[in-house]
């Protein structure tokens, strides 16, 4: 079946850029997404990505998709201690609603 | 705009106990609501698709009259837990889509509903 892949955890100095790395299989996947999840919550949705785009920027946050190797990354700038959360990337199934999750990547941002 | 609600954000249960989650779309209307499972630490887990007026859609390996989901409008959709066990103790988080949106768009996640089943 489909699979989504994440490193488990990543830590950051503040003020340093985050770099979270995924990577897919389902090569029909139209939409890629990144949600953050902090302690106790539910998924925000952070930022999404059209899968015939390379890349996309939204404030501190720039989403890099390679379609090629089917890898998405999300790059946070200007990394802040409120960033500190779980970050999930989630591709959707076959092109329909259906979302496949990562396992979560844990980032952890120390002064 | 776009916001999900669920109640109760916690609940604890004896074991062989019934025990129901609301999820409410609060500004919006939802032709699907999804509900997943979260482990902690782990990812979440796709139970079943609820689409409004027609049966839920399980995911394979989730029992259907262990887990059962009524979408009645398109607002709200329940999901019960019967007869719960301590192995049901989790995360449990909806989410919704819009009515109107195009395939592959956006699910808005409700904050969660911890169940500890005793």
């Known amino acids: 079946g489909e699979d989504v892949e994440q490193s488990l955890f990543l830590s950051v100095r503040e003020g340093d850029s985050s770099v979270i790395n995924c990577t897919y299989t389902?090569?029909?996947?139209?939409?890629l997404y990144w949600y953050k999840q902090e302690p106790g919550a539910g998924l925000q949705l952070l930022t999404y990505?059209?899968?015939?785009?390379d890349m996309k920027q939204d404030q501190r946050l720039t989403v890099l998709l390679n379609k090629k190797d089917k890898h998405l990354s999300l790059r946070i700038a200007d990394t802040q201690t409120g960033d500190s959360a779980i970050y999930f990337c989630?591709?959707?199934?076959?092109?329909?609603?259906?979302?496949?999750f990562g396992a979560g990547t844990r980032l952890a941002v120390h002064p | 705009g776009a916001v999900v609600s669920q109640h109760p954000s916690w609940v604890i249960c004896k074991s062989g106990t019934s025990v129901k989650i609301e999820c409410r779309s609060l500004?919006?209307?939802?032709?699907?609501m999804f509900w997943y499972r979260q482990f902690p630490k782990q990812s979440l887990m796709l139970m079943a698709t609820?689409?409004?007026?027609?049966?839920?859609?399980?995911e394979q390996g989730v029992e259907k009259d262990k887990f059962l989901i009524n979408h009645a409008s398109l607002t709200l959709s329940t999901l019960t837990v019967t007869s719960a066990h301590p192995e049901d103790s989790s995360f449990y988080i909806c989410?919704?889509?819009?009515?109107?949106?195009?395939?592959?768009?956006?699910?808005?996640f409700g904050p969660g509903t911890r169940l500890t089943v005793l």
């Open positions: 989630a591709e959707s199934e076959g092109g329909y609603n259906k979302l496949i």
């Open positions: 389902d090569s029909s996947s139209t939409y």
């Open positions: 989410s919704a889509t819009p009515l109107g949106v195009g395939l592959g768009d956006t699910q808005y």
């Open positions: 500004d919006f209307q939802a032709t699907t």
């Open positions: 990505i059209f899968s015939n785009m």
């Open positions: 609820s689409n409004e007026g027609s049966k839920a859609t399980y």
